[in-house]
């Protein structure tokens, strides 16, 4: 390599002072070169576009900035451990440290952080966010909102692509051609990471096919011409650069359409929401249905419990005449009660409780087919507490507006095939939300095909199956029509009763199979309110093929004040279509009440039968949220504890500090000065060698060691002689401290001890001498660097800037004979005297 070539190569050339001879010595270390700038654009580039896999999944553009801000860090920092000669460890260190410390204000920033340094509990959050926000994300349905808390993930995800991009194009590995490929298998599976945590129509399979597959192939290109720019001398054909990219821009053009042909036009992407199941479990939650008598006329009865004439919510909004507000829907009955359940539907369908954000994507009622969006606010009255959050029709946003806003936003699941919404840790009078909903079409006219979708009925439901043969048997054969006719027969034979006058307390409340089976279809007189008519209904429409399940709720009066005298409780159809239709109450219901006069068959037989109670609250702890708030309490009460101990007027701040922040400068401090240690070992190990030669030798060692922290190139080998390492030192005497140990070592006589302590006094003083000779900065860089620490490899033997010439000129001997007479007198002494 000439002088020019060096210079282009972002070297610069030293002339030592005492030889004349130049010398190659790194300039800006710091600078990228020309290779490294290509791997660092190749790497946020590559890492923009893995991150856009995640644009299905977020709201906005916000999580694209946070991320490549990531990226860019990453890169940042990776290649300024690199150019310390640092280890990779360190690079992944100090990501942490600056994830903890930037995650609050990028991420959390909604908080209210402002001071210099985040606090602890949303140090804790952040942490909280890395393990278990891909939970939150896969148990979210998309799109998620571009600023709340799971931010976090593409923060995580910026600061990954880019450490491993660049990480892995600097790994100093044998191979060539593996060289090449890590730093694209790793981006390659940074994009994999981001579609597993995606959704299953992503944004752009062309931006994310395409264009990071030829992006990939040209960087895998261009690195492996860079592994074998030595086998092919260096020389450039822009003919094969123009062919190469061709062949790379067909190859990505090819392979977008050819991968839809392969994997077929109805194939969906396999992603982690196809297998993850929410960990939300509405089974815990008492069925609404089963407290239905607190609804009801007490006829002045004291009841603590009973809501009827108290205001449940006020709806606001431009609603349609005989709007339903939904309380719960029960798709599931288990021989007790009608109650909520995830994966109610056959098929793939989205009927679980999900998390939603502020924007929910409903396919249930689509603008684009007639429906108009309607905004609808609620507030809760005295009488409602529990978990179900009162909603209309198809859901398209949701906005709390109570003091704990983002509390309830966090845990707010929504369940988009049962338009049931619920709040896990609780709903409180006063509590206030917004929502824009769509009406679906959800008449049952005459016209309506049931469902032909099979569902099952538990076997101890399988009394409701003789009631409904013998009174659908003149309805023919169509299942809707047979649906209706036993409806018109309850409503025709049936009697309603709350259970609540005197002669009417026998007429017990719940809708277990012995309420339904001998206290409603199966006894003299069918006798009951909403609850066990809503309740038989569907079972009876199970029974027939028509799928069917129980509404909570109530028709919304004018002024829009709902109390408890107007909640019922209705059936909806499942319609061919796949919609759900209404079966209103008085479809199946009387209003008649029962004669006052009871058969006395009709009493119970055992006065252990009581009405269920009414459903438990569900405890103030239910849900995620609970756990988040208990999590931030004690981190509170730590915070308090840290504050209280320390010395007073210090700012609370520096507890943080010295906790979160501390640890990790601690661990970086021990690497560094154990980095120290090992070299000061090594060094002392040298001097106090046993034999006098070996105190040469390692005197020596020590100075190439030196030479090679400073960042200067020393050729390395068995077959490198000290004169030809000397050439690469870029100091005056390296030299004669050359030739100086050469003669102690190779000559006739063993060597004395006070020769080998002036020796190393000599070495020690041009130690110092180079070190002088660089800035404050290359000096501690030299004092932590691995270079010395790293077995060497092997190096040309000279220096084509003209060390041999120096060499022969000065002894008169030219370089071949003076290499192989070195040599055999290495041979001849190694057996005499050890190295």
Known sequence: MNEQQQTRAGARVKTSSSTGTRTRVRAHALLPDRHSWIDIGFTLVLAAVALSALGSSFTGATYLVVGMLGALLAVVVTHLTRAAGWPIISAVVICVVLFFLLGGPLCLRSLGDGALFPSASTLARVADQAVFGWKDLLTTLPPVDGDGPLLVLPWLAGLLAGLVGLGLAHLPVRRAWLAAVLPVVGMTLALSGAILLGVRHPQSLLLQGSVFAGLALAW?????????????????????????????????????????????????????????????????????????????????????????????????????????????????????????????????????????????????????????????????????????????????????????????????????????????SGLQPGDRYTFTEIQPDDVLTPETVGSDELTSLPPSASFIQAPTEKWTEGAGTDPMDRVLAAAEHLRSQGKYSDGVGRTEKIYVGGHSVWRLSDEFVNAPQIVGNDEQYAATMALIANDIGVPARVVLGAVVPEGGVVTGSDVSAWVELRAADGSWRTLPTEAFMSLTPPAEQIPETNTPMSGTVIPPPNPIPPPSDAGEQSDADLKERKASKKDAAEDEGLVAGLPSWIGVVLTYVGGPLLLLALLLGAIVGIKAWRRHRRRSADSASARFVGAWRELVDHARDLGQVVPLGPTVTRREQSVGIVSGQAGALARRADSFVFGPSVPVESAAATYWESVDAERRAMSQEVGTWQRLRAAISLRSLRRGRSAPATDPAGADHRDEASTGEPATGRLARLRSLADWRSRRTPD
């Open 220 to 424: 895998l290109a261009i690195r492996a011409r860079r592994a074998s720019a030595a086998v092919q001398g260096g020389t450039t054909s822009y003919v094969r650069g123009v062919g190469a990219v061709a062949m790379l821009a067909l190859a990505a053009g090819i392979a977008f359409p050819v991968s839809g042909v392969l994997a077929g036009a109805d194939a969906e992407r396999a992603v982690a929401r196809n297998w993850v199941e929410p960990p939300f479990d509405i089974g815990r939650y008492p069925s609404p249905l089963a407290g239905f008598r607190r609804y009801v006329n007490p006829k002045g009865q004291a009841n603590g419990a009973n809501v009827y004439d108290k205001t449940l919510l006020e709806v606001e909004g431009d609603l349609p005449a005989n709007t339903r507000v939904r309380f719960a829907t029960m798709d599931r009955y288990d021989g007790m009660v009608w109650g909520a359940s995830d994966n109610a539907l056959p098929g793939p369908a989205d009927d679980s409780f999900q998390r939603v954000s502020s924007t929910i994507d409903n396919p249930v009622a689509d603008p684009a087919d007639g429906g108009r969006a309607t905004e609808v606010t609620i507030t809760l009255g005295e009488g409602w507490s529990g978990v179900w959050l009162p909603t209309v029709g198809a859901l398209q946003s949701m906005r709390f507006e109570t003091a704990d806003a983002r509390a309830k936003a966090e845990v707010f699941r929504y369940n988009l095939a049962t338009s049931t919404a619920v709040v896990p």
